[in-house]
């Protein structure tokens, strides 16, 4: 039986081993090539992405640095605004420093506590408390505060006041101010309740609360008026925006 013919391959696809050889090392080459293209796209790509989230890192430090300044320079105005130009320099930006710290440690905007300053000294840093009866209170200084209630707070928070006439310096008068206004927010539960008991001595106000009798609103209102109309003139806090 005869066998079948193979088929010649053509010439023209016929390859040899050194033609084998060489298209094996091209074909190595080419992916070698693409392999390497592909990986210096993927380092470029880290690389973009990387100087993305380096500008973006660096846009919200800015911002950040930004919201600082107009918050300290809110407190700055508002502050000069009320003492009507009678703080010093060194006073009012001192001044302006602690009520910076104090805001951004508790988180609360600092208007609110110069509402309160207006309400209880006009911004007078050397307002001396008096009854109705015209006789001295023992109240002094921007947040009218006495030099007793002072001492319980310097107590509290471990920062004792040395001398009365030191609650005459505006810094150290809003430092403890502010300390205990805070501590009657947080211990009534309420802004209305802690500014009540600003007011009134946390004794008259827990009396009007065992009684079931109606908290006087007063003080309250007019703080909260105040400070919408410190909050219209230099602008809401920029915090908030977070």
């Known amino acids: 039986m005869r066998l079948p013919v193979l088929r010649r391959v053509p010439r023209t696809i016929r390859l040899g081993t050194l033609q084998l050889v060489v298209l094996l090392v091209a074909l190595t080459l080419l992916v070698g090539s693409l392999v390497a293209r592909g990986a210096r796209n993927s380092f470029l790509l880290d690389d973009l992405a990387a100087a993305q989230l380096s500008r973006q890192t660096e846009?919200?430090?800015?911002?950040?640095?930004?919201?600082?300044?107009?918050?300290?320079?809110?407190?700055?105005?508002?502050?000069?605004?009320?003492?009507?130009?009678?703080l010093r320099g060194d006073d009012l930006i001192q001044t302006s420093r602690m009520l910076y710290g104090?805001?951004?440690?508790?988180?609360?905007?600092?208007?609110?506590?110069?509402?309160?300053?207006?309400v209880e000294s006009r911004g007078n840093p050397a307002a001396q408390g008096k009854f109705?009866?015209?006789?001295?209170?023992?109240?002094?200084?921007?947040?009218?505060?006495?030099?007793?209630?002072?001492?319980?707070?310097?107590?509290?928070?471990?920062?004792?006041?040395?001398?009365?006439?030191?609650?005459?310096?505006?810094?150290?008068?809003?430092?403890?101010?502010?300390?205990?206004?805070?501590?009657?927010?947080?211990?009534?539960?309420?802004?209305?309740?802690?500014?009540?008991?600003?007011?009134?001595?946390?004794?008259?106000?827990?009396?009007?609360?065992?009684?079931?009798?109606?908290?006087?609103?007063?003080?309250?209102?007019?703080?909260?008026?105040n400070y919408r109309g410190l909050v219209q003139r230099f602008g809401e806090d920029p915090f908030d925006e977070e």
């Open 59 to 86: 846009l919200q430090r800015l911002s950040g640095e930004l919201r600082q300044w107009r918050q300290f320079g809110r407190i700055v105005s508002a502050l000069d605004f009320l003492s009507q130009s009678r």
């Open 102 to 118: 104090m805001s951004r440690s508790v988180g609360f905007d600092p208007l609110l506590i110069l509402a309160v300053v207006s």
């Open 132 to 225: 109705r009866s015209g006789n001295v209170s023992g109240a002094v200084g921007l947040m009218q505060i006495k030099y007793e209630t002072a001492r319980i707070v310097g107590r509290s928070i471990r920062n004792p006041v040395r001398r009365e006439w030191d609650l005459l310096r505006p810094d150290v008068n809003l430092l403890y101010g502010t300390a205990y206004l805070l501590q009657m927010v947080n211990r009534y539960g309420s802004l209305e309740k802690g500014l009540i008991a600003y007011n009134m001595g946390p004794g008259a106000l827990e009396s009007a609360l065992a009684g079931h009798r109606r908290l006087p609103r007063r003080y309250y209102n007019r703080v909260l008026s």
